[in-house]
């Protein structure tokens, strides 16, 4: 399945717990409490391209799936990561203690990042 394509952030659990569990300072988790974030997608074959936009923050990821590469997270720190397909529509990755899957179904892609028994959950869809 391919995952190309630009969405839009429709709902989110637990993101003030998450965010604070990550070392986002307050303010900035405030500010970005109601941002209804975009993500850009090209996927072709195994080379993936992804632009998160939240307001004036932008963070582009780029990566081979299967192969190690250095990854922006959301607090803007660098980590190295391997991002793998699980069947053909989840997309998992895991590193400094966080596991993220990003599934997609039809037109909905729904991102979850679980640190400790923190679960943060993103629901977007296809605009």
């Known amino acids: 399945m391919n995952f190309s ?3 839009q952030l429709q ?3 637990n993101f003030e717990p998450f965010m604070k569990a990550i070392g986002l300072p307050d303010d900035l988790i405030q500010k970005g409490r109601d941002i209804k974030g975009i993500s850009e997608i ?3 074959g195994k080379h993936v391209k992804l632009t998160l936009t939240y307001g004036p923050k932008v963070v582009k990821n780029e990566f ?3 192969e190690e590469c ?3 997270t959301m607090s803007g720190e660098k980590v190295k990561a391997v991002v793998k397909m699980e069947g053909d ?3 998992v ?3 400094k203690g966080m596991t993220s899957v990003t599934e997609l179904n039809g037109d909905t892609i729904t991102n979850t990042m679980t640190l400790g028994d923190i679960v943060y959950k993103r629901v977007s869809k296809r605009i």
């Open 11 to 13: 709902s989110q659990e």
């Open 64 to 66: 081979i799936l299967g």
């Open 93 to 95: 990755t895991s590193f």
């Open 70 to 72: 250095e990854l922006e």
């Open 42 to 44: 090209e996927h072709n």
């Open 89 to 91: 529509n989840k997309m």
């Open 5 to 7: 394509g630009k969405y």
